[in-house]
């Protein structure tokens, strides 16, 4: 059974780097047909597209972070990692790993079971 | 972006009930469509996608609907266990975008 499980800081100060690595087991992350990314949620709120990779590198970000994100693989190790730049209050969310199955927008078939970042001084 | 939006934003119910969750998408999507589960503490589970395939392991009362901007997700008699918030999400084309989320609640 795959799984996938973030790992990470729980708090990070304003204007710091957010880093987060997701570690997958019970699979490979080089897999062809599947994109391995990030989803967050502000506590109480909605779901939030981050981004995503295949593991051959090519990488998709939403537009509204895209100046700010980095996503990484290492197949090594069967891990990716985000990280997200300059972040502020707005950034305190659940993050959970995901793996999206047939294209980079498709559904999201396996999650993580999410880590809470705190953005605060 | 294409936006989702979700309806009723929140609905009580009792064990036994027919619920129905509301899904509009603010262009066609075809049947870009996936529904997911999310109960407290917990990561969202995926309960159909493409509009109307179940998931496996997902019980048949779940059941999806629709095309191009109206969807439907049906539980066709409400378990103990089904009482969570519920999103849809649109992969027709990216970003991919989640709605505000529909909570189910005892009655």
């Known amino acids: 059974q795959l799984q996938l499980q973030e790992s990470g800081p729980g708090l990070v100060k304003p204007s710091e780097t957010l880093s987060l690595t997701c570690t997958v087991s019970g699979g490979s992350i080089s897999s062809s047909s599947y994109y391995w990314g990030w989803i967050r949620q502000p506590p109480g709120k909605g779901l939030e597209w981050i981004g995503n990779?295949?593991?051959?590198?090519?990488?998709y970000y939403n537009p509204s972070l895209k100046s700010r994100v980095t996503i990484s693989v290492d197949t090594s190790k069967n891990q990716f990692s985000l990280k997200l730049s300059s972040v502020t209050a707005a950034d305190t969310a659940v993050y959970y790993c995901?793996?999206?199955?047939?294209?980079?927008?498709?559904?999201?078939?396996?999650w993580g079971q999410g880590t809470l970042v705190t953005v605060s001084s | 972006d294409i936006q989702m939006t979700q309806s009723p934003s929140s609905l009580s119910a009792s064990v036994g009930d027919r619920v129905t969750i509301t899904c509009r998408a603010s262009q066609s999507i075809s049947r870009y469509l996936n529904w997911y589960q999310q109960k407290p503490g917990k990561a969202p589970k995926l309960l159909i996608y493409?509009?109307?395939n179940l998931q496996s392991g997902v019980p048949s009362r779940f059941s999806g609907s629709g095309s191009g901007t109206d969807f439907t997700l049906t539980i066709s008699s409400l378990q103990p266990e089904d009482f969570a918030t519920y999103y849809c999400q649109q992969s027709y084309s990216a970003p991919p975008t989640f709605g505000g989320g529909t909570k189910v609640e005892i009655k």
């Open positions: 995901a793996r999206q199955s047939g294209n980079y927008y498709s559904r999201v078939d396996y």
């Open positions: 493409a509009a109307f």
């Open positions: 990779m295949y593991y051959s590198g090519s990488t």
